[in-house]
Structure formats: C-alpha cells, structure tokens
C-alpha cells in the first residue's frame, strides 16, 4: 500500500518562497513519477510540475523559472521549490506518485494513482 505525505505549506507575502515536500513510501515501483497539481475552489487540479525516474523535470508554463521540483530517489522524497509566489499560486498543492507514466502524459492527473491529502498554500498581502 503505497502513502503519499505532503509538508510544508503556509501563509506568505507576495514575492515570497515556500518549500514544499512529499514522501511516498510503500511499494513504489522503479519507475515512478512524481508530480505535484494543485486546486483552487471551484477549479480543476492543475499540474504544476513533475519529475521523472531518470530526473527530467517538466512545468506548467504559469510556473516555470519560479518553481523547481527536486526528488531523492533513495528516499521517495520530492520537493518543490516555490520563489516569487503570486497571489494566483495559492491553493491546495497536491503530491502525486504514479507508475509507468509515459512522457506525453506527464501532465495529466489520471496518470497518477497515489495522491496526498495535500496542503495549503497562501499568499497574500
């Protein structure tokens, strides 16, 4: 039975930076990903970013050269790096983890079959 956790979130000022971090533990299989989505009310679950077994790394557009998501494979760890967080970041951040996830679908939820509970993220003035 695989468990995804997610850590970290929290109430920030415009232009601040949130880390973020999941564990998955469990019988994750070798050739994971892990991704992080995000939902605010009344919204779909967005992705937000990914990363891949053999450490490719893909992202939203709204986030890209802001956020950076790391993994340590040892540990089924992954992080997300959030810098110059926007209003329009705030929402719940969910970690996912799913198996055999080829490229193409990277960025889409119904890929992945582990999810968080997830965490909340604000930025506000």
């Known amino acids: 039975q695989v468990h995804v956790a997610e850590s970290g979130g929290g109430l920030v000022q415009p232009g601040a930076s949130l880390r973020l971090s999941c564990l998955a533990s469990?019988?994750?299989?070798?050739?994971?990903?892990m991704a992080w989505f995000r939902e605010s009310p009344g919204k779909d679950r967005d992705f937000v970013a990914a990363?891949?077994?053999?450490?490719?790394?893909h992202y939203a557009d709204s986030v890209r050269g802001r956020f950076t998501i790391s993994k340590d494979g040892a540990k089924n760890t992954v992080s997300l790096a959030m810098n110059n967080l926007k209003p329009e970041d705030s929402a719940v951040y969910f970690c996912?983890?799913?198996?055999?996830?080829?490229?193409?679908?990277?960025?889409?939820?119904?890929?992945?079959?582990?999810w968080g509970q997830g965490t909340q993220v604000t930025v506000s003035s």
């Open positions: 996912a983890v799913g198996s055999g996830v080829i490229l193409s679908a990277i960025r889409n939820k119904f890929s992945y079959s582990y």
């Open positions: 469990g019988g994750i299989s070798s050739n994971s990903a």
């Open positions: 990363i891949r077994r053999n450490g490719d790394q």
